[in-house]
């Protein structure tokens, strides 16, 4: 059975989009079928995987404005078991073209729907805000998945996040669900990663997943080769945390 998970978190710089690259990738390399959709303007979830963003004819900024059809901007990466629907600029546009049209917020959970079954899992890398694009991965997921940076204002703005996930699943999406926390960035040298950690565990009733993504330098570095980092060092702390994190997602899933 198939599950899509969006990425989310208004807040920019949390490690989304390295979730998102690097979750699809640990997903793959356990052999789980896996199809990235990147809808944040950045493209960076795109590049992450070495695809060059402004070489492209159909992306999802395409297909939601119904130029294409979905199998028409599925890309097959060098990493085996993902595909990518890849996003440029472009996209930034969307939110203003598609004003006025019926049913909007549903565009991509209809085209997703004719693929949903050829994948064991679909990871949607959501923009840092709450707009158009986050509102209909949120209607197409079934699940949203909400990685936080282990820093002091690390509780800011997931109350409003959390609002919005009620909100869509009121209104929108009856079966959407929190798939759950994850802690980026975490650095167990210090006291105030640990701090962040407790807050959030006692002010959250969420589920916590137990993977902590380190700081790691290989896992920063990895973008820029345009590879996951289960690709750049699969022996790096990065990796295995990775490698962990799709373990605990794949449990949650059974």
Known sequence: MSKTIAVANQKGGVGKTTTSINLSAALAAKGKKVLLIDTDPQGNATSGFGIDKNELDNTVYELLLGECSISDCIVKTETENVSVIPANVNLAAAEIELIGVDRKEY????????????????????????????????????????????????????????????????????????????????????????????????????????????????????????????????????????????????????
């Open 107 to 254: 565009i991509l959970k209809n085209e997703v729907d004719y693929v949903k079954d050829d994948y064991d899992y679909i990871i949607i890398d959501c923009p840092p805000s709450l707009n158009m694009l986050t509102i209909n991965s949120m209607t197409t997921a079934d699940s949203v998945l909400v990685p936080i940076q282990c820093e002091y204002y690390a509780l800011e703005g997931l109350s409003q996040l959390i609002h919005t996930i009620n909100l869509v699943k009121e209104r929108l999406n009856p079966q959407l669900q929190m798939e759950g926390v994850v802690f980026t960035m975490y650095d167990s040298r210090t006291n105030l990663s640990n701090q962040v950690v407790e807050n959030v565990k006692s002010n959250l009733n969420q589920r916590i997943y137990n993977t902590l993504i380190p700081r790691n330098i290989r896992l920063a570095e990895a973008p820029s080769y345009g590879m996951p980092i289960t690709k750049y060092d699969p022996k790096s702390t990065g990796a295995e945390s990775y490698m962990n994190l799709a373990e605990e997602v794949i449990q949650t899933t059974k």
